[in-house]
């Protein structure tokens, strides 16, 4: 079983909520996770640090718009009031076992 | 906040090596873990490895085990990674990044390798 699971795509409809989710698997659900966005053609940008509890720090800069969640051994990532800008790939990070793992990422559409 | 970045990224025919760098400026890097990531084209994102603070402990990924080196010039604010044996499949981008409170939180704007012969 993966460590960590995304779905391949997501899409919202400019000004509306999308939530992204990655799944953490069995035996690593208390993990802390990351999420980052990277917009086409640009590198990853750090997004917010999200624990198991649903706390969540934002990184600096990033809006408001963007806020974490969790539930088990689900990481969500909404962005509300969505934005042109806000379409590209999701990518959810965690450490474990001396190693870093990265989701496959879910691709954002804005429609 | 801080900035990396890279550079040292051209075309290297396989079997070269490569020595990229990654530059740190905002912040003094011999507070942070750094991280190596790479990005082959239309891919998601691979973790290579990781060096610690001091340059005491190291982490490889298995794709690259062997093959790469880490090392860090603190009082520089600068780190490198060494890379040899290259092959076709080590066509990417590569980024640095930080290592704050167990996460990445901050990423460098890559630097484009290219293994072809």
């Known amino acids: 079983q993966s460590v960590l699971t995304q779905s391949s795509s997501a899409s919202a409809s400019l000004g509306s909520s999308v939530k992204v989710t990655c799944t953490l698997g069995?035996?690593?659900?208390?993990?802390?996770i990351a999420w980052h966005q990277q917009q086409p053609g640009k590198a990853p940008r750090y997004l917010m640090r999200l624990e198991e509890s649903g706390k969540y720090n934002r990184g600096s800069g990033v809006p408001d718009r963007f806020s974490g969640s969790s539930s088990g051994a689900d990481r969500h990532l909404t962005i509300s009031n969505v934005q042109f800008e806000d379409e590209g790939d999701y990518y959810c990070?965690?450490?474990?076992?001396?190693?870093?793992?990265f989701g496959g990422g879910t691709k954002v559409t804005v429609l | 906040q801080g900035r990396l970045v890279e550079s040292g990224g051209g075309v290297v025919q396989p079997g070269g090596s490569l020595r990229l760098s990654c530059a740190a400026s905002?912040?003094?890097?011999?507070?942070?873990?750094v991280h190596w990531v790479r990005q082959a084209p239309g891919k998601g994102l691979e973790w290579l490895s990781l060096i610690s603070y001091d340059g005491s402990t190291k982490y490889h990924a298995d794709s690259v085990k062997g093959r790469i080196t880490m090392s860090r010039d603190n009082p520089k604010n600068i780190l490198s990674l060494q890379m040899n044996s290259l092959r076709m499949e080590d066509t990417a981008v590569y980024f640095c990044?930080?290592?704050?409170?167990?996460?990445?939180?901050?990423w460098g704007q890559g630097t484009v390798v290219t293994v072809s012969s």
């Open positions: 905002g912040f003094s890097i011999s507070r942070y873990g």
């Open positions: 990070e965690t450490w474990d076992s001396n190693i870093l793992v």
């Open positions: 990044a930080r290592l704050g409170a167990v996460v990445i939180d901050l």
């Open positions: 069995s035996g690593h659900t208390t993990n802390i």
